[in-house]
């Protein structure tokens, strides 16, 4: 392994002369994609309406290692040898952290991202929304057998009303919801428009009401009955069970059971819509460093030092998942993957799990090595929008990294 090792002032000092002035052309139509979203994705707060996932400075884990951690790495990538900082370039990321055996030993910047930045996570919100779930389970609050429609009424008539939340949590749910970005009548992209996250021509005749008004016009495909199919819908759906359940806002729902008893650095924020909405799905925005965290809490099987958070049985649950024998999506010969709330196991025998956004956004779990893999792009679409840009590329880069560090 060949590693570059500076000071952290070094890393922080360089780190803070990124572009930080508003580059022009930003508007509701254009954030998303590049490539704008690479300033508009650590700058979130400046183009869309949030609020705070509040950490407590009181309760602030340090991370061992952070003030010595590598500046590049050696790694092998398609049977050649590149620097890491090369690799990322080529590849859109705008940041990596890699813990190992708990402590940091590789934290890379590129673009507009810096240590003390937010970057949206997307779709990684997935998973950070789970283990909010997990906690709440775990004190009685919510019970996983129960219906939607049992706790938020007026989603009865749709496809979730009847589903049990443990189907929810699998994404195995009733709905309909369609999961196409480059379509603009799919309902992930109508659903970007009804909450106003997306603007301009593909929102055109598209009213911005809010999820509150937007998720219960959801249909049903009873197709669909115990069979994964990804849909973002699901998981706003799950947050809004666990405010009806416990009478909260989600977001203080993740500070109080996540973001301070993890320890978090900072505080991290997530979008709000227009009826006031938190978009659990989607929509968290944290540092880079805050999702490392999120990667140990998991690999420690939920627990801080002597205080579980997750209880140890939810996550060994996921860790242990024998994988889907319905599974359609692609997938590595020999594998047996699986979605288990909302983690996705990547099925290879050694409990390997990745909480996954579009635009590549990462978070690595690896018990049989003990790593965690943390990892924030800006790809100029949501599947890649580039040659050799994407998520195959991304998996490649990160088990490239594994190797080069264990």
Known sequence: MKIWVMAAALCVSTSLNAQDNRPEGVTGATWQFGPLNRWAYTHLREVLPTKDIANDYRTVQPIEGIGNVASDLVITLSGKEINLSTAMKGAFV????????????????????????????????????????ASLEADGLIDLSKTVADYVPELSQTGWGDNSLRALLDMRDTSDWNEDYAAADSTVRRQDCADGLLTG???????????????????????????FVYKSGTTDVIAWVLEAATGQRFADLVSERIWKPMGAE?????????????????????????????????????AVGDTQIVPAAWMDDIFNHPGDPSWSAPSSPGSKPY??????????????????????????????????????????????????????QSVALIEAVKTAVN
């Not at 890699?98 to 030993?105: E, N, P, Q, Y």
């Open 339 to 392: 979605y288990r709330s909302f983690v996705w196991g990547v099925g290879d025998g050694m409990g390997t799990v990745r909480a996954n956004g579009v635009h590549g956004q990462f978070i690595d779990v690896s018990p049989s090595t003990n790593t965690v893999v943390a990892v924030f792009s800006s790809w100029p679409d949501a599947d890649g929008g580039q040659e050799g840009v994407g998520f195959d």
């Open 266 to 302: 900072r505080s991290a924020a997530i979008t709000v819509d227009v009826g006031g909405f938190t978009l659990a799905s989607g929509g968290m925005m944290a540092t880079l460093r805050d999702i490392a965290r999120v990667g140990q809490l998991m690999l420690d099987r939920g």
């Open 201 to 227: 021509p593909m929102c055109a005749g598209e009213p911005v009401v809010g999820n509150y008004v937007f998720l219960p016009t959801v249909g049903r495909d009873d197709s669909r009955k115990d069979t």
């Open 94 to 133: 705008d940041g990596i952290l890699v813990l190992k055996d708990g402590r940091a030993v590789v934290e890379i910047y590129d673009g507009t991202l810096t240590p003390e930045r937010t970057h949206l996570l997307w779709s990684v919100s997935k998973t950070i929304t789970g283990l909010t779930a």
